[in-house]
């Protein structure tokens, strides 16, 4: 095999993976990962707890601390990537130095949303996607004598950083401009249930508007504006309505964009040996066969480990993303797997709700296969759907069982248990 | 590598895999303190579904592809490179449950550990040469091999 250089651009859940798979496949190679953060690689979806301390650094970490050495991976920290040159097969760091490659993963991530708001210059203004900026609003809030925060946005990003402003004694109000809260990953009747619930533990929420100004006196936020006309007191904003794929610096490179970076089924982008995974890619969607960013980590991981795989030449096909997620707020659990919300029932869609108390549970199917499974506070087993999903099987047969607390295999057909249970996974 | 199988066609739903695998879980490795008296009290790894004339115990398939290790938020899911075991160091974890979401045997469950909501699943029992289950189960409806 050649001595390939391989240049990773993004430390987070897909660049590791794609150096786990490369490593596989080429254990010779030269392996560089670039990073704009200083940090060995973390746990990205967990500083919310770290910000108010349910959480402490070892937990932190996504891999040991020889990771780097016991791969044989050089890092290039603290440097952003600004542009690439596909002729040269160069990616140009933000010290102009030039890093050369064979081939390139571009997995850059997403960039916080921050629309232009009256006021916003300045300090008391937050944006929540990274340690340091979990570390930094931390820090910003201890030091105010009554901590009042605004959170802009209502998605998980948001609520998770309002939960742990609240875990730290902070007064937090959430303006979502949607109709209510978790609108990506929830139906209204869950996602009334998870406010009511947020609000019950304290949690202020205003749907149905957004922040038009931030008020400052000398500087120092005082309060916001709502579209509304509502005035609401603080010190503190956070600005969370939603990340965009980080893909500026491919400008000039002639890599096709779409939302995010196009990329085929090998997870290759237009230009052949530059690769893009994670929240940065468009790849395809499994359930509506067309290219979306699904920022989700499983998708993220299971895409780098194919273009790491593919990079070294042993091929490997996406089988498509499917968005799910699981979370919980104030100890409470939510899993939402496929389409929970786009029903349909001219294009064959149907849904099956049980409603018994705390547990909320509803199944979506199209022409009798399982699309989407919603769940509240009770996810037992709930990965079980996960496989029916992607096995694309008809249900219609056993609709009536589906939802029922002790569902499992043995109310699936035989010749799907068979392969799920007498092979190797 | 060799993981535990299911062989449904024998398995009585007498629910010894579950017993084996709490007591071999347990500090005590009695069953009756670790079922009675322990706190918290050990769950069972594996799982008996029965749903008469059928019955059948699922655990961990340690997957080549392992879901759970890529929907792990913060690498508590990791694999041992060393013997394939998938790992799941529970003083690292969160409790998020995207484990539990991942896993298409939903076989990991939710658990209790110094008062920290963390995830719980089948270890191959590291202590033996043929995880608990497997050397209780009487009519050899779980089988211990590798089937690469």
């Known amino acids: ?425 | 590598m060799k993981v535990v199988y299911p062989r449904e066609q024998w398995c009585v739903a007498c629910n010894l895999c579950e017993v084996a695998c709490i007591t071999e879980h347990s500090k005590t490795k009695d069953p009756l303190k670790a079922y009675l008296t322990e706190k918290p009290r050990p769950i069972s790894r594996t799982r008996v579904e029965y749903k008469p004339p059928l019955a059948v115990s699922i655990m961990c398939r340690h997957c080549e592809e392992a879901e759970c290790v890529e929907a792990c938020k913060n690498g508590t899911l990791t694999r041992n490179e060393i013997t394939g075991r998938i790992e799941l160091n529970q003083d690292k974890c969160l409790g998020c449950w995207m484990c539990v979401m991942a896993c298409p045997y939903g076989v990991i469950s939710q658990f209790t550990k110094d008062d920290r909501p963390v995830a719980n699943k089948c270890d191959l029992c590291p202590n033996r040469e043929i995880p608990a289950c497997v050397a209780v189960c009487p009519n050899r409806a779980l089988v211990f091999e590798d089937r690469g």
């Open chain 1, 1 to 425: 095999m050649e001595h390939r250089k391989y240049v990773i651009i993004g430390n987070s859940y897909a660049g590791v993976f794609a150096i786990e798979a490369i490593r596989r496949h080429d254990k010779e190679g030269d392996i560089t990962v670039v990073s704009r953060e200083t940090y060995h690689a973390y746990a990205r979806a967990a500083i919310h707890e770290y910000m108010d301390g349910i959480i402490g650094d070892s937990q932190m970490y996504y891999r040991d601390r020889d990771f780097y050495e016991r791969h044989r991976v050089t890092t290039i920290l603290g440097r952003a990537v600004t542009g690439i040159e596909p002729r040269e097969n160069k990616v140009v760091l933000d010290n102009r130095q030039k890093v050369g490659f064979d081939r390139l993963m571009i997995s850059t991530g997403g960039i916080p949303i921050t629309p232009p708001i009256e006021g916003s210059a300045g300090p008391g203004m937050f944006t929540f996607t990274t340690w340091d900026d979990a570390k930094i609003l931390r820090d910003w809030v201890k030091k105010q004598k009554e901590p009042r925060a605004v959170v802009i946005g209502g998605g998980l990003i948001g609520l998770q950083c309002a939960e742990g402003l609240k875990h730290m004694g902070v007064d937090v109000t959430i303006v979502e401009l949607a109709d209510y809260v978790l609108v990506k990953a929830l139906d209204q009747l869950a996602a009334h249930r998870v406010q009511k619930w947020l609000e019950k533990n304290g949690l202020k929420i205003i749907t149905g508007s957004t922040v038009e100004s931030v008020n400052r006196v000398k500087g120092v936020v005082t309060g916001v504006k709502l579209k509304n006309g509502e005035k609401l007191k603080c010190n503190t904003v956070v600005l969370s309505i939603g990340v965009r794929p980080n893909t500026g610096f491919t400008e000039g490179s002639g890599i096709k964009l779409s939302r995010g970076i196009l990329v085929d089924n090998g997870m290759q982008t237009n230009i052949e040996g530059i690769f893009a995974a994670g929240d940065v890619a468009e790849a395809e969607d499994f359930l509506r066969k067309r290219q979306d960013v699904i920022p989700i980590i499983p998708v993220a991981t299971m895409q780098g480990k194919i273009a790491g795989s593919n990079m070294t030449g042993k091929k490997r096909a996406y089988p498509g993303g499917l968005p799910q997620n699981a979370f919980q707020f104030f100890g409470k659990n939510t899993v939402s797997i496929g389409n929970v919300i786009y029903i349909d029932k001219n294009d064959g869609f149907e849904e099956i709700i049980r409603d018994e108390g705390d547990v909320y549970k509803k199944a979506v199917l199209q022409y009798g296969k399982l699309v989407g499974i919603l769940s509240m506070n009770y996810i037992t087993r709930i990965g079980i759907y996960n496989s029916i999903i992607r096995a694309r099987m008809d249900i219609s047969g056993i609709k009536d069982k589906i939802l029922s607390d002790n569902f499992g295999f043995l109310d699936l057909p035989e010749g799907f248990r068979d392969e799920m249970l007498t092979k190797p996974g």
